[in-house]
């Protein structure tokens, strides 16, 4: 069992960086999967951002390659996404999840889910 709680959400302007984390208490955060999903309004949830239980594989959707990146840290029960070069379609509510699947083409289907982070970049 995890319980997840992001922070670090607000409101930035295009170009600028923001780094959300995810903090995880139970005992297995350090066997389980990590990621990253967001909502845009009146949008269906879309995977974001993943990695692997070391945090040696990182997956990402195309629309954040090169700009977002995630990572944690096993010894804080954390995970983090840096956020970079922001832009309005960025603009969401993002949640935190992990354990479950995660595939290698970079699916991946959760067990646990944050309750979300508001995310609102202007323009």
């Known amino acids: 069992q995890l319980q997840l709680v992001e922070s670090g959400g607000g409101l930035v302007q295009a170009g600028e960086s923001l780094r959300l984390s995810c903090a995880a208490s139970?005992?297995?955060?350090?066997?389980?999967?990590m990621g990253w999903f967001r909502q845009a309004p009146e949008k269906e949830r879309e995977f974001v951002a993943a990695?692997?239980?070391?945090?040696?594989?990182?997956w990402y959707t195309d629309s954040v390659k090169g700009r977002f990146t995630i990572s944690r840290d096993n010894t804080k029960n954390t995970a983090y996404l840096q956020m970079n070069r922001v832009q309005p379609e960025d603009t969401g509510v993002y949640f935190c999840a992990a354990g479950g699947t995660l595939y290698s083409t970079g699916s991946y289907s959760p067990d646990y889910w944050g309750q979300g982070a508001q995310v609102t970049v202007s323009s």
């Open positions: 990695t692997s239980i070391s945090g040696s594989q990182t």
């Open positions: 139970g005992r297995t955060f350090g066997r389980s999967v």
